[in-house]
T-cell receptor
């Protein structure tokens, strides 16, 4: 059963804590992405990785960090430096980097800061 | 600022009617993609149209692209209640490696 998975589905965090969101894909895709979605809004790019061991900042990278040590995994850490982290986080992958390929999305993680 | 903006923001139609959503963008593009998002879920890719294409079809979906007007439209024919979702256009900017998503059109199809 191929696809992209995210865990957990819901996550609650106290202010000042770091939290890591998991994203795994078994599609053998080179490129992976993290997006943030706020209510009634579109997606904003946080980080993207075109190949293992390499990643670039997106439009709203401040307060977030990522790693890409394995092709199938692209975890996102939301640090205490992120001032307004409550949002819906979506991970995606595509066959290769660039915009000519469709992106496959995971089901999302809803993060709430208490 | 957003590269692509959808219009209308919300659309309510009766089952069986056609639904048309529009997307306008600001700079030249290599391609444009449309995605669907059911409430609280991830996005699903619908269609990709390249800048040298004017129209593409996929089942009940028809996408047009007018690069002179920097706009695209998504037509869903013979809508069904299951088409209820948010629809997003995503564009690149020439020489960009990332997609930029609009804020979406929320479609409600009433049974």
């Amino acid at each position: 059963d191929g696809g992209i998975t995210q865990s957990p589905k819901y996550l609650f965090r106290k202010e000042g804590q770091n939290v890591t969101l998991s994203c795994e894909q078994n599609l053998n895709h080179d490129a992976m992405y993290w997006y943030r979605q706020d209510p009634g809004q579109g997606l904003r790019l946080i980080y993207y990785s075109q190949i293992v061991n390499d990643f670039q900042k997106g439009d709203i990278a401040e307060g977030y960090s990522v790693s890409r040590e394995k092709k199938e995994s692209f975890p996102l850490t939301v640090t205490s430096a992120q001032k307004n982290p409550t949002a819906f986080y979506l991970c995606a992958s595509s066959l290769e980097g660039g915009t000519i390929h469709e992106q496959f999305f995971g089901p999302g993680t809803r993060l709430t800061v208490l | 600022s957003q590269q692509g903006e959808e219009d209308p923001q919300a659309l309510s139609i009766q089952e069986g009617e056609n639904a048309t959503m529009n997307c306008s963008y600001k700079t030249s593009i290599n391609n444009l993609q449309w995605y669907r998002q059911n409430s609280g879920r991830g996005l699903v890719h619908l269609i990709l149209i390249r800048s040298n294409e004017r129209e593409k079809h996929s089942g009940r979906l028809r996408v047009t692209l007018d690069t002179s007007k920097k706009s695209s439209s998504l037509l869903i024919t013979a809508s069904r209640a299951a088409d209820t979702a948010s629809y997003f256009c995503a564009t690149d900017m020439d020489s960009s490696y990332k997609l930029i998503f609009g804020s979406g059109t929320r479609l409600l199809v009433r049974p």
